[in-house]
């Protein structure tokens, strides 16, 4: 009797995370591509120096409340030594935390295919380290995004935004910089519901 009812309770759990009726919370695994980002010296705003190519992991909790609106946390962290110019090797370390929203845009009959857009706010962090000595600055982010996302297979989604951030730290040490990630940015992401969600490509 109760190997029947454990098996009834977990075909309630399978069909609820089946039924396309559901909304649901929907785990997500990626990164955000940053072609170029500046650093300048405060005391000198002649010198600034471009780096190139910073990619940032992203891990994210969606919540679809099927009607084409969702609401995301987002965790990021970036790790990057750069050297500019001839002065000493930088360590760079971020992390950032955010919350927000996009609607979605069903553009196929089957529902697997969507286009959205959204807004993004959240907080950062970063260190800077040169010489044994670092120093931490934080500062309030913010972005809108639009991009495309599409059921792959098994119910794993993969999204791809097309993102503009307005992102400034400013590292007050002995030689104060301004580190500045705003900007047009990529995010590529792959995501997979883990409750109660609506199986779009299904229908």
Avoid at 89 to 101: E, K, N, V
Avoid at 110 to 135: H, V
Avoid at 160 to 177: A, F, G, Q, S
Wanted: hydrophobic share 40%.
């Amino acid at each position: 009797m109760i190997r029947l009812q454990l098996l009834a309770i977990l075909l309630l759990i399978v069909t609820n995370i089946s039924n396309p009726a559901l909304a649901g919370l929907t785990l997500g695994l990626g990164l955000d591509y940053t072609p170029i980002a500046r650093m300048k010296y405060v005391n000198n705003s002649d010198i600034e120096f471009e780096i190139v190519d910073n990619v940032a992991w992203q891990g994210r909790l969606l919540y679809d409340f099927n009607n084409g609106l969702r609401a995301t946390g987002i965790v990021d962290f970036y790790k990057k030594k750069i050297h500019p110019g001839a002065f000493s090797a930088i360590d760079l370390s971020q992390w950032t935390l955010g919350f927000g929203g996009d609607y979605g845009y069903e553009i196929t009959e089957s529902g697997a295919t969507l286009i959205s857009a959204g807004m993004e706010t959240g907080y950062g962090q970063l260190t800077s380290g040169s010489n044994a000595l670092s120093s931490t600055s934080g500062s309030m982010w913010v972005s809108g995004m639009v991009g495309v996302r599409f059921l792959v297979a098994y119910n794993f989604w993969c999204e791809l935004d097309y993102r503009l951030v307005w992102l400034e730290y400013e590292i007050r040490d002995i030689n104060p910089k301004k580190f500045i990630f705003s900007g047009s940015c990529l995010r590529l992401a792959l995501d997979y519901p883990i409750s109660g969600h609506r199986d779009e490509g299904s229908e």
